[in-house]
């Protein structure tokens, strides 16, 4: 089945505990990405990255770090959480420039930080 | 990327036809129109794309003017399963920063 796996799904965990959410896709996307969402906010994009080793920063990537290693796999990256990073955390992938916006979300990363 | 703006929220009833609306004025010659829906505390879904005229799927319709200045997203007979926040969003095909905005909330009653 062609999806979007998020781990872990539910996490807390205390301010400046380093700690990584790993997201990975089975469709052999070139496209993947990282948004955090908040009450009121909407999606906001954090990293991006359109291929292997190619990576760029969305509109929030401050206390973020992201790797693309391999084509699978996108993990985000928190070296040091502070509670202003509680959020609702999606990854997303899609086949890149030629599918336009057809992104494909994975179930989310509820994460708390306390 | 062309900002857009939508309704907040919006209100219907089992079976009618709801019509969203999102403006996007400084939309470029190479942009395209995306439509997203989401559940709550789920991913959101691909519904809908489209350039110019009118596109539609199994799922909806997207009705975009000539000026471009401006798309609606159609969802006809709508039932209780169509109640999501859905999301307007304008770029080009060869994107990479996606903006998303805090889209228009459906609320769909017996």
């Known amino acids: 089945e062609a999806q979007v796996t998020q781990n872990p799904r539910y996490l807390i965990t205390v301010t400046g505990k380093k700690l990584t959410v790993t997201c990975s896709q089975n469709?052999?996307?070139?496209?993947m990405s990282w948004y955090r969402q908040d009450p009121g906010l909407g999606l906001r994009q954090i990293y991006y990255?359109?291929?292997?080793?190619?990576?760029d920063k969305g509109d929030v990537p401050e206390g973020y770090k992201v790797s693309r290693k391999e084509k699978r796999n996108f993990p985000l990256i928190l070296e040091s959480p502070s509670p202003n990073q509680t959020s609702l955390y999606f990854c997303?992938?899609?086949?890149?420039?030629?599918?336009?916006?057809?992104?494909?979300f994975g179930p989310g990363t509820r994460l708390t930080v306390t | 990327l062309a900002k857009t703006t939508q309704p907040i929220s919006m209100d219907s009833y089992e079976g009618q036809e709801v019509n969203i609306t999102c403006s996007h004025n400084?939309?470029?010659?190479?942009?395209?129109i995306t439509w997203y829906q989401q559940f709550p505390s789920q991913g959101p879904r691909f519904i809908i794309q489209?350039?110019?005229t009118k596109v539609t799927n199994e799922v909806a319709s997207l009705f975009i003017p000539a000026d471009r200045k401006s798309s609606t997203l159609s969802l006809p007979r709508v039932s209780l399963s169509d109640t999501a926040v859905y999301y307007c969003?304008?770029?080009?095909?060869?994107?990479?920063?996606?903006?998303f905005g805090t889209g228009t909330r459906l609320l769909v009653s017996p």
């Open positions: 997303a992938s899609s086949l890149g420039v030629r599918a336009g916006f057809e992104q494909y």
């Open positions: 469709m052999n996307h070139e496209y």
């Open positions: 990255s359109m291929n292997v080793e190619v990576t």
């Open positions: 400084n939309i470029a010659t190479n942009d395209y």
């Open positions: 489209g350039y110019k």
């Open positions: 969003l304008v770029g080009g095909r060869g994107f990479q920063k996606l903006v």
